[in-house]
Structure formats: structure tokens, C-alpha cells
């Protein structure tokens, strides 16, 4: 039984403008705006997982298909491509299909980890130690033999404001051994 760490990451300054501009609806948390699939979603979302896990060649996009066996844990861990610096985002729902694949709830987990990043113009060759709230939510597999379709659904919020600029959902892929 393996953990397999996926990276989600967002474009989250293109919802942000979209939302304001109209083009995007921003949706509610008991109803996420849907951001499509296929090419459609990879315009705001990329998937990413150590490539011993990608199914299928879907490394990078927002339909990555990872292969898994009964009893592995999926850990989601998610992003803005500007690191969360404007705009910051969190998963707060998960639904598979068959429902009964992944253990239901998911678990959520937020906590602080020490981290080490060089500083300074040129970076140091000293890092600098410094604190890194770390959040993810896993699942834990529990059927074999089937492609497990779910949606991950995730609230988008503006830093500057501490606003919910809005909710989302799309819909990846695991394939189970």
C-alpha cells in the first residue's frame, strides 16, 4: 500500500479575471462552476505525479489518469501557479464514481512543516529556514479492478480581501489495478 502525492496547480489569476469580467460564473459551494474537461479545464488546471504513477500519458494535464492498486492512498495537494500569492486556493469536496471507491469523507489535513529556501540576489548558499503551511486531502482506494472518474471541487480566494472569489470543479481520473 503506497501513497501517491498529486500536485494540482491552478491559474488562478485567469478565473480571478474571469469571474469579474463575466465570462465564468463563480459558482456556489453546493454548486461549483464546472470548468469542463479535456482541453477545456487544461486552460485552468494542470495535474502532475511521480510519472511511476501516470496512466496513459496525462502527466501535466487536467485530466491526469494515475494508476493505483486497492488499499493505495491518493494525496491531493493543490495551488495557484503564483504560489498563492494573490490568489490562494483549498479542495473542500471530493465525489467519485462507483461512491464507494475511496473512502468516504476524505481526509483533510492542514499543518505547518519547516522548510529551507535560499535567499537573497543571487540566492545564498546558506538556506534560510522558515515555516510552510502545508494542506491536502487524501483518499484511501477501496476497490480494485475499475477506472475511478471523480470530481475535486475547490473554493478560489482573493489574498488581498480574504473573499471567495469563487468555486470550481473538474472531473481527473484513477485506474485501479
Same mark, same amino acid.
Given at each position: 500500500? !503506497?501513497?501517491?502525492?498529486?500536485?494540482? $496547480?491552478?491559474?488562478?489569476?485567469?478565473? $480571478?479575471?474571469?469571474?469579474?469580467d463575466g465570462s465564468i460564473k463563480a459558482g456556489s459551494k453546493g454548486s461549483p462552476?464546472?470548468?469542463?474537461?479535456?482541453?477545456?479545464?487544461?486552460?485552468?488546471?494542470?495535474?502532475?505525479?511521480?510519472?511511476?504513477?501516470?496512466?496513459?500519458?496525462?502527466?501535466?494535464?487536467?485530466?491526469?489518469?494515475?494508476?493505483?492498486?486497492?488499499?493505495?492512498?491518493?494525496?491531493? $495537494?493543490?495551488?495557484?501557479?503564483?504560489n498563492n500569492f494573490d490568489q490562494s486556493v483549498y479542495i473542500y469536496n471530493g465525489n467519485f464514481n462507483p461512491?464507494?471507491?475511496?473512502?468516504?469523507?476524505? /481526509?483533510? #489535513?492542514?499543518?505547518? #512543516?519547516? $522548510?529551507?529556501? !535560499?535567499?537573497?540576489?543571487?540566492?545564498?548558499?546558506?538556506?534560510?529556514?522558515?515555516?510552510?503551511?502545508?494542506?491536502?486531502?487524501?483518499?484511501?482506494?477501496?476497490?480494485?479492478?475499475?477506472?475511478?472518474?471523480?470530481?475535486? /471541487?475547490?473554493?478560489?480566494?482573493?489574498?488581498?480581501?480574504?473573499?471567495?472569489?469563487?468555486?470550481?470543479?473538474?472531473?481527473?481520473?484513477?485506474?485501479?489495478?
Amino acid at each position: 500500500m !503506497a501513497t501517491i502525492n498529486v500536485l494540482v $496547480a491552478v491559474d488562478g489569476a485567469k478565473l $480571478a479575471q474571469q469571474v469579474a469580467d463575466g465570462s465564468i460564473k463563480a459558482g456556489s459551494k453546493g454548486s461549483p462552476t464546472v470548468l469542463g474537461s479535456y482541453s477545456s479545464s487544461d486552460v485552468y488546471i494542470t495535474m502532475t505525479a511521480p510519472n511511476s504513477s501516470i496512466d496513459n500519458g496525462t502527466n501535466g494535464q487536467s485530466e491526469l489518469q494515475i494508476k493505483a492498486n486497492g488499499g493505495d492512498t491518493v494525496e491531493w $495537494a493543490i495551488t495557484t501557479f503564483d504560489n498563492n500569492f494573490d490568489q490562494s486556493v483549498y479542495i473542500y469536496n471530493g465525489n467519485f464514481n462507483p461512491s464507494d471507491a475511496i473512502n468516504s469523507p476524505l /481526509s483533510y #489535513a492542514s499543518g505547518q #512543516a519547516y $522548510a529551507y529556501l !535560499a535567499t537573497g540576489n543571487p540566492p545564498s548558499d546558506t538556506p534560510t529556514k522558515f515555516v510552510n503551511q502545508v494542506s491536502t486531502v487524501s483518499g484511501t482506494i477501496l476497490k480494485i479492478g475499475l477506472q475511478i472518474q471523480y470530481t475535486l /471541487s475547490f473554493a478560489l480566494v482573493d489574498n488581498a480581501s480574504g473573499k471567495i472569489i469563487g468555486y470550481f470543479t473538474w472531473d481527473p481520473f484513477i485506474n485501479v489495478n
